[in-house]
């Protein structure tokens, strides 16, 4: 038996434990706990066996690109460079927000050009859309800006979709669940800044 057909075997519990690190993920993630790193190394290590078998090649090499962002985010979390104290949670401003704007389309269209030419995805508009978003999305948290939240919004209610299309169900549940928390987390931290201040 093949690598590949391991893992074949073995999808379904790789979903159900991706899902499970997901929702401890959330909760870190909500209460603005940096223990959100550990899973943010857990889960992308399960998530890009389970992509990869289902044809989401850019979901999976993203999460190449949270494995690296997990070290960074918890090192911003827990000692800012700069300052020698823990990063608070801060809006992102109009200077940064144009920034990522940019970065968003560029990543996205380069994302999708390869997906197009240099893959058999049947998704990869989309694919490259929710992998673009999250990038953004993960650095906008790993330096505490509030307004990752809204971006979380958007990318989680389009992952609803693309994994019921893709007969991820569990992960399409997930992402509900994710759509639902984001808005909730954003209103919590909102909370957590103004209390700061």
Same mark, same amino acid.
């Given at each position: 038996m093949?690598?590949?057909?391991?893992?074949?075997?073995?999808?379904?519990?790789?979903?159900?434990?991706?899902?499970?690190?997901?929702?401890?993920?959330?909760?870190?993630?909500?209460?603005?706990?940096?223990?959100?790193?550990?899973?943010?190394?857990?889960?992308?290590?399960?998530?890009?066996?389970?992509?990869?078998?289902?044809?989401?090649?850019?979901?999976?090499?993203?999460?190449?690109?949270?494995?690296?962002?997990?070290?960074?985010?918890?090192?911003?979390?827990?000692?800012?460079?700069?300052?020698? =104290?823990? !990063?608070?949670?801060?809006?992102?401003?109009? @200077? &940064?927000?144009?920034?990522? +704007?940019?970065?968003?389309?560029?990543? %996205?269209?380069?994302?999708?050009?390869?997906?197009i030419?240099?893959?058999?995805?049947?998704?990869?508009?989309?694919?490259?859309f929710?992998?673009?978003?999250?990038?953004?999305?993960?650095?906008?948290?790993?330096?505490?800006?509030?307004?990752?939240?809204?971006?979380?919004?958007?990318?989680?209610?389009?992952?609803?979709?693309?994994?019921?299309? =893709?007969? !991820?169900?569990?992960y399409?549940?997930?992402? @509900? &669940?994710?759509?639902?928390? +984001?808005?909730?987390g954003?209103?919590? %931290?909102?909370?957590?800044?103004?209390?700061?201040?």
């Amino acid at each position: 038996m093949d690598f590949l057909s391991i893992i074949e075997e073995y999808s379904r519990q790789l979903e159900i434990l991706g899902f499970c690190i997901g929702v401890l993920y959330l909760w870190w993630e909500y209460h603005a706990n940096a223990k959100v790193w550990i899973a943010s190394v857990i889960m992308p290590a399960i998530n890009m066996w389970v992509y990869y078998y289902k044809g989401l090649y850019a979901d999976f090499a993203i999460n190449i690109y949270y494995l690296l962002i997990a070290v960074y985010g918890y090192l911003a979390w827990t000692f800012s460079f700069t300052q020698k =104290k823990q !990063l608070e949670i801060t809006h992102a401003g109009t @200077a &940064v927000a144009v920034r990522l +704007a940019m970065s968003f389309i560029l990543l %996205w269209t380069g994302i999708a050009a390869l997906l197009i030419y240099c893959t058999d995805s049947t998704v990869p508009w989309t694919d490259a859309f929710t992998t673009a978003l999250s990038i953004v999305g993960l650095w906008m948290l790993a330096r505490k800006y509030v307004e990752q939240w809204l971006v979380w919004m958007v990318v989680d209610a389009v992952c609803v979709w693309l994994y019921v299309y =893709k007969g !991820l169900y569990l992960y399409a549940v997930l992402y @509900a &669940v994710y759509t639902v928390i +984001a808005i909730l987390g954003y209103r919590k %931290w909102l909370r957590i800044m103004n209390k700061r201040q």
